[in-house]
């Protein structure tokens, strides 16, 4: 099937890959629950039947009934948020919820299925179209893996520069507006689309523009369905800028007595105007669970906040530039700073920081959840919010002994909070959920952004987003998603709420 391919049944678009199951209570573990509208999507046997027409449509092959896959596309282990629903397809297709999906790498529930509906798996859409190396452009399908495409593309000298998770596919890469560790020098993935093409409600094919690295014809509805987490569209095809590889590279790492001392430290690298192409912070419990997953890069680590550094360009400058943070961080009270001088020590001194989420999830104890969530600020707040944060954390979270731990991109001010818990102890469960609120809230009080990368799918829909960008903008955002989507059928229960 084509990036432009896909089957329209009365008057509805339908991709690769569509997942069903019978209708289910809805709920999640941070107590929002969902009503479905009988009068809006209908009852367990009309969606079965639909299902079978779909089927039918798009050829046995392309429909699973498979319950592994289905649950596999339907709930999300890192996930902040999950509901009890699962993928379902419904028979007035003018009716239907579409979900699309990707790698559901995502954690505040963007590609759950909180009404049911059909989720449409684009990840076998996977194909390079065209790669245009003189032009430093490259346009690929949905469902291409970064990695993969950085990877074939290595010999030309080009890359995408964006470094989200490993198995995050462009398709929602585009859709979420990531970013990574790389934000700080490349930018977010707004910064590297130069087009979409777009299926949208009711079954059109759009292209958002043309493919020169600049235009100004018309309203940017590439910036529009960038970010907008599969709500006003489902992105089928993208144009994405490359750029050149650098001629070098290393990294190197600094432990500091506190978390604020790391975030002084960082401040200061920025502020003097160190060129870094990432700046990552990691607190004590972070180091404390990879040492415990048996650590990382073949060592264990010093159980302190660390600064992670990657730097990029030629050898001279990279020397001399690992000379000045050194010398920034032992005047910020640093107690060690080591740097790789080849390919093995740069490989296993970001290692930790590669493998934090997974250390996470194996050092989950039985039970518990992974509520993960970030905030973005002004640099200068950088410092200040992580020690807000961890004062509020000693006296909501610590009576608890809760695990929560900071990781940041403090290179551009985005910090992340993660914290274990198990969501049948009621106290544990709210306890959280304020911990997670006031850090919302500071965030907002610095001028700063409820998110920085996540997006926010299901868990900052409610009061979040409402309280940063007022009423009148949330107006207009819902006026351009029911002119686009007037049935609300595309990922409904994400970023606003129809009514």
């Known amino acids: 099937m084509s990036p432009v391919e896909c089957v329209r049944y009365r008057g509805m678009a339908f991709g690769q890959g569509a997942m069903l199951r019978p209708q289910v209570q809805l709920h999640t573990h941070r107590d929002d629950v969902f009503i479905l509208d009988d009068q809006k999507y209908p009852d367990k046997l ?27 596309h339907g709930h999300f282990e890192w996930s902040t948020s999950n509901t009890s629903a699962r993928p379902v397809a419904i028979v007035t297709p003018k009716k239907v919820p579409m979900v699309p999906f990707g790698a559901g790498s995502s954690v505040e529930g963007n590609c759950s299925s909180p009404f049911s509906g059909i989720c449409i798996d684009l990840s076998l859409m996977n194909k390079i179209v065209a790669f245009h190396e003189d032009d430093m452009d490259v346009v690929v399908e949905a469902g291409v893996n970064w990695v993969d495409l950085n990877n074939k593309i290595k010999s030309s000298g080009l890359f995408l520069p964006l470094d989200p998770s490993p198995s995050a596919h462009i398709g929602g890469m585009v859709a979420t507006n990531c970013s990574g560790t790389n934000a700080m020098r490349y930018g977010t993935m707004k910064d590297w689309v130069v087009n979409l093409t777009v299926v949208l409600a009711n079954g059109e094919i759009i ?3 043309r493919r020169p690295r600049k235009t100004s014809a018309g309203y940017n509805l590439t910036t529009l369905f960038t970010g907008s987490e599969g709500t006003l569209g489902i992105i089928t095809e993208i144009t994405l800028k490359l750029a050149i590889i650098p001629q070098d590279f290393s990294v190197a790492i600094a432990t500091f007595p506190t978390i604020k001392d790391a975030a002084t430290a960082a401040s200061r690298m920025m502020r003097e105007g160190v060129p870094l192409a990432a700046l990552e912070l990691m607190d004590e419990i972070q180091m404390k669970l990879i040492n415990q997953n048996g650590g990382a890069g073949g060592k264990l680590w010093a159980e302190k906040p660390t600064l992670f550094l990657k730097f990029s360009g030629t050898r001279r400058n990279i020397d001399e530039n690992i000379s000045r943070v050194k010398i920034i961080s032992k005047s910020s009270k640093g107690i060690q700073f080591d740097s790789a001088s080849t390919e093995k020590e740069m490989t296993n001194l970001w290692a930790a920081r590669k493998e934090v989420l997974y250390a996470n999830l194996a050092a989950r104890p039985e039970g518990t959840q992974i509520w993960s969530t970030d905030v973005a600020v002004p640099l200068s707040r950088m410092a200040e919010i ?6 509020q954390d000693l006296i909501l979270c610590w009576p608890f002994r809760l695990s929560s731990s900071v990781l940041g991109h403090v290179g551009d001010g985005n910090f992340h909070q993660i914290v274990m818990y198990n969501p049948d102890k009621p106290q544990e469960a709210e306890a959280v959920k304020r911990c997670v609120h006031n850090m919302m809230i500071s965030a ?3 001028e700063g952004t409820v998110s920085g990368e996540h997006g926010i799918g299901m868990g ?23 002119s686009l989507d007037p049935l609300w059928l595309l990922n409904p229960g994400k970023v606003f709420d129809e009514k």
């Open 46 to 72: 009309t969606m079965l039947k639909a299902a079978r027409l779909i089927a039918k449509e798009l050829g046995g092959e392309k429909v699973s009934f498979d319950d592994d896959n289905i649950e596999a």
């Open 460 to 482: 900052k829909k409610q009061e979040c987003l409402l309280e940063e960008l007022g009423p009148g903008t949330i107006a207009v955002m819902k006026g351009l998603k029911r």
């Open 444 to 446: 907002l009080e610095m």
């Open 386 to 391: 992580i020690g807000k944060f961890f004062l």
């Open 207 to 209: 292209k958002t523009r």
